[in-house]
Every structure is written in structure tokens, then in C-alpha cells.
């Protein structure tokens, strides 16, 4: 059955942004592609292929459910990350299929240990350090019990990676305590390092420090937001649109995913009426609105009540009335010709009109984050060029 609304990713457009990222982060850093919450909403099945086409080959999910979907679509070769969730009674699985995890507590080593000396195959997995964040991680008080531990059972483990996360890279508000934290992550490897414990990789760079700290960088970045073509924030942007290392005179990002849908009605409402539900919208003359299968149901706020817009004809359309569970309202007077079936933009361009993440997200007061996780896993996503 045709879907009310469609995404549409593009090929060329994470190819261009994979591409600027691996020539940012430099030859010697690991590229984790970072596909959480449904790949960004992008769709993790629809993604995964498309970035391993791109020359990708690790990926870090938030759970286990999202890792097993990865291993259900990945290529033999291509490594998978849990950073988050896993239950004790799921490491057998991970271990068995060679999915690397996070560790953060001595619950989780200690029957990682178990199951690995069970199995007789090796655990492989990412000390967390706590640094700063205060959410998950090792404090330097925990340390001495697991170093105990990986000690007395090099065996079982394989130190895939040591690990932490900044606390909101992407605002020069946190410069100083994204700067302390990497010092303390520094101090506390160099613990590990004096216990004679060397992980194969040293990692605690998101996109926004990727991209703002190089020294963040070490040898594997976990890039997520970037490669799906959205800045971190506007501070990230512009710091890397004016910075030295920076190759280029426009944005090298683009965005990947376009959002689309058709007319379903359109009709003709005489002045002084109230459009939709309530009484939010008066019209002031005859207006010609049209219905668009869309509603916040699918993720679109009904915050934009009276303030979005789409694209249709090339032209900005905007909502009027409230926004319904399934449909919205839009004003199309001054767009002469729309007609039911006629297809029109959320997200994406269209002629010489654009209307991007951002710029929906400003409207509705969201992160872009925020707004691509909300869209539905059930709205159909097609690869184009």
C-alpha cells in the first residue's frame, strides 16, 4: 500500500559528506559511523549499505537490538559498537558475533569474563572512563578492581577501545570543560597504559569535537550527526567554515535525507472562517487551502501550527490552522494551479526553495537531532542518486 509520506536519501550527498569527514579527521583515525536511533531516522537498513558502499566499515549503535539489526544487513568485514544498552544474559550473542561493547560497571565486566570463559572466545570491549560527562563510565576509584580484572583474565578480553564522551562539544560555552575532560581522560589512560593495558583504539570524539578539538581526534572519531549532512550546532559551522584546515568556499556538507508527500484535497474557504480545529486561524478573504497527509503522528510538531511552511510549485506554502494527528492544513492562494496528487516538500528543496533541518527546527524550537529521531520507522525511505 502507498505510504502518506516518503523519505528519499541520497546517494552522491553521503558519499560528498563521508568524504570531507575521513580527509578531516586524517588517514590515521578510525571512521565509526554512528547509526543510533534508527541511523538519525534515516533508516538503519536503508543506511547501513549506503555508507559501506562509501568505504565505511565500523558502526556504533546505542543497543543490542539496533546491533543485531546491523549484523542482519553488514558486510562480513564490517565491525559493529554497542556504546549503551546490552543485558548480562545478551553477551553470549555479542561475543559469539564478534560485537564489540562498551564497559562502564563491574557488573557488565565481570560477566563478560564469565560468558567469554564460557564460550572459550574472547570478550571485545571499550573501557569507559568517566571524565566529566557524569553519565556512564569508570571513576578513577573503580580503576584499580579492573585493571585487577582484565589482569587476570587477558585471556577472555580483547581491548577493543578505551573511551569516554564530551559534554556538549558543540558550544564554545563548554570549551573549558571539554578541554578538561580530555585531560582527565588523558590522565586516566595514562593509568591504564602504566598497568601495562594498551587498547587498540583510543576514542572520545563525537562529530562536534571531531571537528572543533583535532587533538580530540586520537586514532577513531565516532561520527554521527556530520555525515548525515546537519552541523552539530551553527557554532560548529562556522568554525569549521573559517578554519585554516578547511578546503573550501561553501558548505561542505549536504544533507541526505529529503522528506516528501503529495496534495490530498484541495478546496476553497469563504472569508471569516475558522480553519481546522479551534479557533487559530480567521480567514480575512476566500482562501484555497489544500490537505497534505502529514501530522504529528509522523513527527511533524504540532507546535508549527500557524508557523511551518512546505514547498510546493517551487513556492512556500504556509500551515494554517492546527496541526491534526494525520493531516495538515496549508494555505495555497497565492499558488495558482495546485491540484490533488501534486507533490510537495517537508524537508528538502524544490525549484530554487529549501527548507532544511535547521530551519524546520528553528521554527519548532527542536535540535535537528531531536526531529530526525522522531521521524517514524514506518514512513518508507527509497535511495536516489
Known amino acids: 500500500m502507498k505510504q502518506a509520506s516518503y523519505i528519499e536519501l541520497s546517494k552522491s550527498a553521503l558519499k560528498r559528506n563521508i568524504r570531507y569527514l575521513k580527509k578531516r579527521l586524517g588517514r590515521n583515525v ?21 555508507a559501506e ?20 544487513i553488514k558486510k562480513p568485514k564490517t565491525d559493529i559498537m554497542i556504546m549503551g544498552s546490552i543485558d548480562n544474559d545478551q553477551l553470549e550473542w555479542a561475543i559469539e558475533n564478534d560485537i564489540s561493547f562498551y564497559i562502564f560497571e563491574l557488573d557488565r565486566l565481570n560477566h563478560a569474563i564469565q560468558t567469554a570463559k564460557k564460550m572459550n572466545k574472547k570478550a571485545k570491549i571499550h573501557i569507559e572512563l568517566e571524565t566529566g560527562l557524569y553519565r556512564t563510565g569508570f571513576e578513577e576509584d573503580e580503576l584499580r578492581e579492573v585493571i585487577r580484572l582484565i589482569k587476570a583474565n587477558q585471556d577472555s578480553l580483547f581491548i577493543e577501545g578505551a573511551c569516554s564522551h564530551y559534554a556538549g562539544a558543540e558550544s564554545v560555552a563548554n570549551y573549558l570543560r571539554i578541554n578538561q575532560q580530555y585531560e582527565e581522560f588523558q590522565r586516566l589512560m595514562t593509568i591504564l597504559r602504566d598497568y601495562g593495558i594498551n587498547p587498540k583504539y583510543e576514542h572520545t570524539a563525537c562529530s562536534a569535537a571531531a571537528l572543533i578539538y583535532p587533538h580530540s581526534r586520537m586514532d577513531m572519531a565516532r561520527i554521527g550527526i556530520a555525515q548525515y549532512g546537519f552541523w552539530s550546532s551553527k557554532e560548529t559551522r562556522m568554525h569549521n567554515l573559517l578554519s585554516d584546515d578547511a578546503s573550501f568556499t561553501r558548505d561542505p556538507l549536504k544533507q541526505v535525507l529529503k522528506w516528501k508527500t503529495h496534495v490530498m484535497s484541495v478546496k476553497t474557504v469563504a472569508a471569516g472562517k475558522f480553519i481546522s480545529y479551534g479557533n487559530t486561524f480567521l480567514t480575512s478573504r476566500k482562501t484555497q487551502i489544500a490537505a497534505v497527509p502529514v501530522g504529528y503522528f509522523h513527527g511533524y510538531r504540532r507546535s508549527l501550527s500557524n508557523s511551518g511552511y512546505v514547498l510546493i510549485k517551487g513556492r512556500k506554502a504556509p500551515i494554517i490552522g492546527s496541526i491534526n494527528m494525520n493531516m495538515l492544513l496549508i494555505n495555497i492562494t497565492s499558488i495558482p494551479g495546485v491540484k490533488k496528487g501534486d507533490e510537495v516538500v517537508i524537508i528538502g528543496d524544490q525549484g530554487s526553495q529549501r527548507i532544511t533541518v535547521t530551519s524546520f527546527c528553528d521554527v519548532g524550537n527542536l535540535v535537528n537531532y531531536e526531529l530526525l529521531a522522531r521521524l517514524p520507522e514506518q514512513i518508507p525511505r527509497y535511495i536516489v542518486a
Not at 558502499?53 to 546505542?62: E, G, I, K, P, R
Not at 543497543?63 to 549484523?71: F, H, Y
Open 30 to 50: 578510525k571512521y565509526v559511523s554512528v547509526v543510533k536511533g534508527n541511523a538519525y531516522g534515516h533508516g538503519l537498513e536503508e543506511f547501513v549499505p549506503l
Open 53 to 72: 558502499d562509501s568505504s565505511v566499515d565500523y558502526f556504533a549503535v546505542f543497543d543490542s537490538s539496533e546491533a543485531d539489526r546491523v549484523l542482519s
